[in-house]
């Protein structure tokens, strides 16, 4: 089946039942505004946008930090889907990739799209983890992890292996440091570069206000 809007539909309905109520800000709702996000960044780019809004609906469902590590769960989940739902194969295969390129792997890594679609598809998820929303996720994955919030005592580490990034056990504060803030340079398109700023400078503000609460300053 070539274009489908139904197939968009039904992806859509597919990943927010799977995804509907996780804890750990990769449910539904980030999806949604990923979503949102590769629309609205698509609209001033010259893709292919049934493959940005298949491979953004799809990104996240099966994460690796949720599979032991495993960064083959995920393609592997969407290529089983959009086959049972006749998607063109060279249509999945891009999608895969997509989705299997996408993650942060840390500081000191690359993590380089072969496609616009890919860049688009990456710009928007990276959105979603900067700003408000980015901080909001942040510690609530740290919740979920049992992490501390914060410890003055354990340095921040620019992780350059995929397999030291994972590894990592450090508070939610160092997280920052090891991604959030690298990432407004890290954008491949105009429209996310912009929206990236004010998003950025927001952390940049809730840090400081952070370390003068926990001196007692403020
Ligand atoms: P990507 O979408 O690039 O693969 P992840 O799924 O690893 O990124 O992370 C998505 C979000 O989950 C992060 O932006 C952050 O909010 C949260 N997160 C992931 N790893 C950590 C961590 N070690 N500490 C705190 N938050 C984390
Ligand atoms: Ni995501």
Not at 9 to 28: F, I, N, P, R
Request: charged residues 25%; negative net charge; glycine residues 6%.
């Amino acid at each position: 089946m070539p274009y489908s809007n139904e197939t968009i539909a039904a992806t859509a309905a597919y990943v927010q039942e799977l995804l509907t109520g996780e804890g750990s800000g990769h449910d539904w709702w980030h999806i949604y505004r990923v979503w949102n996000n590769a629309k609205h960044i698509a609209a001033h780019e010259d893709v292919d946008l049934y493959i940005v809004e298949l491979a953004a609906l799809l990104h996240d469902i099966g994460d690796h930090k949720f599979h032991n590590g495993d960064d083959t769960v995920g393609p592997r989940m969407a290529r089983e889907w959009l086959t049972k739902h006749e998607v063109n194969p060279e249509h999945i295969t891009h999608i895969c990739e997509i989705i299997k390129d996408l993650s942060y792997k840390g500081a000191g890594t690359s993590s380089a799209m072969k496609s616009l679609e890919g860049c688009v598809v990456q710009d928007a998820d990276r959105l979603d983890a900067i700003g408000a929303i980015g901080i909001a996720r942040t510690f609530a994955y740290g919740g979920h992890k049992n992490r501390e919030l914060y410890n003055p005592t354990i340095p921040t580490q620019l992780h350059d292996s995929f397999e030291a990034y994972k590894a990592s056990t450090a508070p939610t504060i160092n997280h920052f440091y090891e991604k959030l803030l690298l990432l407004k340079d890290r954008m491949h398109t105009k429209t996310a570069n912009q929206l990236a700023e004010e998003r950025h400078a927001y952390m940049e503000n809730f840090l400081k206000q952070f370390y003068a609460e926990w001196e007692g300053l403020k």
